[in-house]
Nanobody
């Protein structure tokens, strides 16, 4: 169910950057996932309720930064040094737990997704 709203996707050349936003976030742990055609949804990053702790999937660690602004009820994903392998539909996900992990089943609120395409 699409309770969250992602934005900021687009077309970018390899090495470029994009910043994704997720509005109306849940008052709990949040995460970003991504999915390409014919493949399973892949964990990208998660952030705790307060924003005090983050965790990243191996393919994006060191290049992406997850953050949140609870006063604005918004979560962000800063994506730097983008590569063609990052091409996917990106989804934000919310939990009502203080801390959540890497499994999609741990989240109960989802956005509709925003397309990110990285060309070589």
């Amino acid at each position: 169910q699409a309770r969250l709203v992602e934005s900021g996707g687009g077309l970018v050349q390899a090495g470029g950057s994009l910043r994704l936003s997720c509005a109306d976030i849940s008052p709990g742990a949040m995460a970003w996932f991504r999915q390409t055609p014919g493949k399973e949804r892949e964990f990208v990053a998660t952030i705790t309720r307060s924003g005090s702790s983050t965790y990243y999937g191996d393919p994006v660690r060191g290049r992406f930064t997850i953050s949140r602004d609870n006063a604005k009820n918004t979560m962000y994903l800063q994506m730097n040094s983008l590569q063609p392998e990052d091409t996917a539909v990106y989804y934000c996900a919310g939990s009502h737990l203080v801390v959540a992990g890497v499994g999609p089943g741990e989240y109960d609120s989802w956005g509709q997704g925003t397309q990110v395409t990285v060309s070589s």
